[in-house]
């Protein structure tokens, strides 16, 4: 038999150790090397070569790629699995945020929540009357006593003159002070914007609290961001993703300066993860669906690098699109098929009963949603949808399912985001569209915005339907994680600890103890795709990423404990040791050299 005949009918990885092959650049042996390829098979050793994956088997089989210059790490039963990918985020504001005054996402009362502004307001020297203190990390469902209802008379009781706007972790509601809603125009006759809400009290004045499009008022107070602050912003949230393991991310609403930001970072050689962006597309301000399309693609050809290579690069190849805002109260902006439930009882005596609102209008109507998926498929761009209530989830699938009875439709690749509540008659259907549901998993926890901001407003039926990773799962979809940073602290580990249990952090308290409704986690090897194979595949990259085989780019991450074997609340204790991007280490710890965490 001749040599290329028999090289042809070797496995790849035998013939990537032969002995006439160049040295590695990067050497793993004696470890638990999960590759995430289609048996999800276990190996013991892994070595890189040029940015690629180049032998994956057993430790005798890597021998001969060990060369004089090969760094060769001995992983002693520690476990190397491939990267991380986060398939919803928002980097700029997750790495801004870690710039600013924050609440840092904690339950609190209304003189601890006053207490740590005045702190920020006491530190921030700055001599400009108007401009505006931004506090960021507000968890607004977490306000203590359970029902707390901020307005600006709160933020008014301030040692300050200062404009204040404070910004719910969740992205979609602010509260601002009296200073603030005169500067930002708000008066008794101003209409609510299309998406958006002003709440208002019961004689019609303002409160300060913004909903969703309405908060658009307030932001635009804010001096926008430098070039340097930007690049500070982008530098800081790659260091968080590094030390948790990321390797490639989807920015899931961009903009410009963003992605300038990045595009200067990765021509300075700093760009550490593969940067993937979405293009918000909004029609409110009277955009067609071809124009705000052709604003995607335009913004695509500024900055997208082209197809993936081992040096992480910036591609755009996705839409922003909203279609409701969060399920939770105090917001109820989530676009349900059944109205939110009200208490027409008392507080010690209850009575929930439907109310007269089942959340706003979607905010693309059906046609307009569907000439918009149309018009992206046709510029071969995929949409990325936001749909957190039932409604917008039926109503975003029923816009994929003409999407996909056209010749451009039957290519594009689907997300929906968050997917917090769907109708049991619509979980086949992801799996039927080919639509991948990207979840927060650390979601599925007791917590202040899952019991006391769902439970009651929802009732026990609808309640038990919450956040369904599993039953998505079962019902055949493609599950994909997404932090949804920094609506949530970046702890893909703790996330990930979620997903198996439905159940919060040891040290949340007694009236969080216990799981999520009674629905099961997901299987551990599942949780492990959905953040590795099934993220990249929404980015359209799952054949260079996403697993650990021969031929694919070197992204790769070493674990301090084995994700399968320590028990399930350990899983958020799991520390990266070593986090690798197309063969470049990007970040590694000191213990990696020790020897491994025994539980």
Known sequence: MSRALLCALLPLAAVAARADAPAADLVYRNGHVYTVDGQDSVQQALAVRAGRIVYVGENAGVKPLIGRRTRVIDLRGRMLMPGLVDAHMHPQSGGSRLLNCSLDYLPLTVPQFQARIQACLDRDKTTAPDRPLLVVNWFQQGMRPVGTVTTAAILDALRTARPVI????????????????????????????????????????????????AQDLAMRLLPPLTGPENLAASKAALAAMRRQGITSFLDAWTDIET??????????????????????????????????????????????????????????????????????????????LAPYLVNKGTADQPDWQPGTSSGPSSYFPAPVLRATLVEL??????????????????????????????????????????AEIVDPGDYARFAQLDVTPVLSFQWAKPAPDT??????????????????????????????????????????????????????????????????TAQPGMPRAAVLRAATMHAAWTLRQEAATGSLEVGKLADLIVLDRHFFTVPDEDIASIRVLQTVVGGKVVYEAGELNRKPFRP
Do not use: C
């Open 166 to 213: 404070v910004r719910s972790s969740f992205g979609h509601s602010v509260q601002l002070n009296s200073r603030a809603i005169a500067l930002a125009g708000i008066r008794r006759d101003t209409p609510d914007p299309a998406g958006g809400r002003i709440m208002r009290d019961a004689g019609g004045a303002a409160t300060g609290l913004l909903e969703d499009a």
């Open 259 to 336: 992605m300038t930001a990045f595009a200067t970072l990765q021509r300075q050689g700093g760009l550490t993860a593969r940067a993937h962006f979405a293009v918000l597309v909004e029609l409110d301000k009277g955009a067609s669906p071809q124009g705000a399309v052709a604003e995607v693609v335009k913004q695509q050809a500024r900055f997208d690098q082209g197809p993936t290579r081992a040096a992480p690069s910036m591609q755009v190849r996705h839409a922003k699109l909203f279609m409701d805002g969060v399920i939770a109260a105090p917001a109820f902006t989530g676009a349900m």
């Open 377 to 418: 498929a046709r510029a071969g761009i995929d949409p990325h949808i936001h749909a957190d209530g039932d409604r917008a989830v039926r109503e975003s699938l029923d816009a994929v399912a003409a999407l996909r009875a056209t010749e451009e439709g039957k290519r594009t690749r689907p997300a929906l985001a968050h």
């Open 451 to 516: 019991v006391g901001a769902l439970a009651p407003y929802l009732g026990l039926a609808r309640y038990a339907t919450v956040q369904p990773q599993a039953l998505l799962l079962d019902a055949g979809a493609r599950v994909a994680y997404g932090s949804d940073w920094p609506v949530d602290p970046l702890d893909a580990w703790f996330a990930l600890k979620v997903a198996v249990t439905r159940t919060a952090a040891p040290g949340a308290g007694k009236e969080y103890a216990g799981r999520l």
